[in-house]
């Protein structure tokens, strides 16, 4: 550990140098640098982020020294601000706030107005004080210190106050006077005797039981879960702000807000935010008020027109963080007697739709360059681009029924439809069987795993900067908060909306682009850069910010993108998206069309060869006209064709009826049938009769599919298309057998080429999906031009897991450690990676020249596709819709 454990800010303290946020966390390093900028900052000190990794490996003690170091700086403040913490007459408040390396927002805990008792209160009445503001603050700080470091269940603070509120006829806890404050407090001081220990009474004792209550919080379930789901360390601990309080609660000429120096839903330029009046921060974040909008268009002239003073300043003071951080900045600020403060300046948190905007625009600001622009968006940020809107007319419907049951504020881009889920916990359980929309009055840090669950949110309460709408721009979820008019009540389960109600478990739709609510289920449509895109429509700002990001993003990536596609459809998006190719084209797909299957489950139970060639006659044509469909949708690019992989009992039929069916129309016995779907059956059929060991005893069926492939590419050719097939064998394990279908394969396109007249080249590769083809690659490598990863059995071979089984446990396996991702949403580096890595080696050494690719879904993850980068793949291959996000991913991988 350093030698020193404080660290001042604001007055005369303030740190010199670039503050470090790994040992002052975000807060305490944005507070320091703002105090070096001469930004108006509450002085204060931060306690670094090793006193709280000291105090996990310690048992909760701290080191020596630690007390003094606090003590000092404390005075220090108590010197600058002219106040004594503890003094009666004119008593010294501080807050007490978390602060990790990582934004975290609303995980951990805070305290505010610490430096209060009865004594205190009663001396500063004495002295001319204002007693409601006293108060006031008496009873936020036995609440919060109640919840947060007695553990007195929060909700039974709410409880007091709704009832006062009640009993004074008043709807805000604005309203209520100084003798009903005394009247909550009383309450507050007995509902935490009730739970045991008593509220301390001594302010240093408060303050260390808020210090360590925040440590201790770094811990707590809903941090533990957030930094699950956002992939962050558990190690950078938190660091620990103690700040002087100023007011937002003192009176009308005091308020408190959130701002962003740009807006984080549109990334539109411009301080957007919102700000209560007679408020303390909490009250904006937590919703339990509906702010107002800061923006001069607002209906009274926004903060500008209430306290232009202050709003000027804050407009500057965005300017300047902005351009000092280059990045849009989330700031929190009070303005007490009119003055502005401010609490803290980070990174703004912001949609896909935002995140792009804003990177494109700083690089046409000059802010940033275009390879730093790339590094600003998230690659699963781009998701949201592309996620569906409702359909206009269908909306229009909806609203003309009488359906829109309320609007909102639109939180968070995109359209979702679900049943309503009234609690965390319902969500999660209930998005196990389809879609799911978190309906709660306002959302809390504990809802994080419903809110990760759930297609979207919508809350009664809060505003644009409220909890839900930031989690839920962090999570890229569709999200309406305050939506006033709903009441919702979880323990009837229900909302209403005046007299029409709304069940768990009922349909509702939520646009979070405008705010509406409608009862039902609305079909969405493609998103407005999806229709410029496919459609040809004119382009949008979003749209032209999309297609310049990922221009950028080509000419900085070294890995070429494919697209994993089985028909011209598909094909067509993903080369809109920017495919360069089809990395898998899977023929099996092809064989369930209504109109082949028939012909397929022939040449299955064909009894002789001449009934089985009769079948494969028929499927012929109809393989050709499949490949001559994506060959031309690829033009130019190449085409990847896997040969047939799943095992032939399941193309048959299943139950009775099914197999008495299909044996009349082939003319059999039923039971003859069965006898053969019950002979092909296999035990475990992942690792069975399948694959390259089909193509070995049955090759007919491989023969048919080849020239399929090679009669397509030759009409192609005739009408001047350019055409690159490329044959795929699957599940080889050993030299032999991709020999013995090589040999095959080769055979067939000299045949049919030779019939054509034809000299096509068509190189012939293979998949690494089974362990033993990664350890004997270069053995492989010498009759392969190519090798294409297919890491999602490669992964269930490795692991011994079944990706159809697996959820039995491994989301245990998850929460306790034991893995620390889903390997089949980002590969495992240390297993599965290593005979990716050997088989690249391995298959180099054999074949200098050979091409290497990765076609299973770790293709379009951003962490695979870095690990895919370093290992020297030349592609990976997606499903189209991720096309974008792993050019994005390729592109930021060669800047790591």
Known sequence: MSQRYVFPFGGDGAVEGKPDKSLLGGKGAGLAEMSQLGIPVPPGFTISTEICRFYQQNDGNYPAGLEDEVAQNLARVEREHGKTFGNGKD?????????????????????????????????????????????????????????????????????????????????????????????????????????????????????????????????????????????????????????????????????????????????????????????????????????????????NGGMSGQFAPAYRILEDVCRKLEKERRDMQDVEFTVDGGRLYMLQTRNGKRTGFAAVRIAVDMVDEGLIESSEAVLRVEPEQLSQLLAPVFDLDQKKEAIDRGDRVAEGLPAGPGAASGRIALSAERAAEMATEGSVILVRAETSPEDIVGMHAAAGILTARGGMTSHAAVVARGLGKPCVVGAGSLRVDEEANEIRVDDRVLREGDEVSIDGSTGEVLAGSLVARESEVLQVLMEGREETPVSKAFTRLLDWADDLRRLDVRTNADTPADAKVARAFGAEGIGLCRTEHMFFDEERIGWVRQAIVAANQEERERALEHLLPMQQSDFEGIFEAMAALPVTVRLLDPPLHEFLPKGERAIAELASQMGMEAGQLADVVDRLSETNPMLGHRGCRLGLTAPDIYVMQVEAIARAAVNLARRGIDVKPEIMVPLVGSKTEMEKLRSMIEETLTRVLSQEDSELAIPIGTMIEVPRAALVADQIATYADFFSFGTNDLTQMTFGFSRDDVGSFLPRYIADGILPDDPFASIDVDGVGQLVRLAVARGRESRSNIKLGVCGEHGGDPRSVEFFDGVGLDYVSCSPYRVPIARLAAARAQQS
């Open 91 to 299: 008593p010294l408040l501080v807050s007490v706030r978390s602060g990790a390396p990582v934004s975290m927002p609303g995980m951990m805990d805070t305290i505010l107005n610490l430096g209060l008792n009865d004594e205190i209160i009663e001396e500063a009445i004495a002295a001319g004080a204002d007693s409601r503001f006293l108060c006031d603050c008496y009873r936020r700080l036995l609440s919060m210190y109640g919840d947060v470091v007695l553990k007195v269940p929060h909700s039974e603070f709410e409880k007091v106050l709704e009832e006062t509120r009640d009993r004074q006829g008043v709807e805000t806890d604005a309203e209520l006077s100084s003798d009903a404050l005394l009247e909550v407090i009383s309450a507050y001081k007995a509902k935490i005797a009730e739970h045991g220990k008593p509220f301390p009474t001594d302010p240093k004792e408060q303050l260390w039981g808020a210090i360590t209550a925040v440590f201790e919080s770094w811990d707590n379930r809903r941090a533990r879960e957030y930094r699950r789901l956002q992939g962050l360390s558990n190690d950078m601990g938190t660091a620990v702000n103690v700040q002087v309080m100023v007011f937002g609660n003192r009176g009308d000429d005091c308020a408190t807000g959130v701002a962003f120096s740009r807006n984080p839903a549109t990334g539109e330029k411009g301080i957007f935010g919102e700000y209560l009046i007679n408020a303390q921060g909490e009250d904006v974040v937590a919703g339990i008020r509906t702010p107002q909008s800061i923006t001069p268009e607002a209906e």
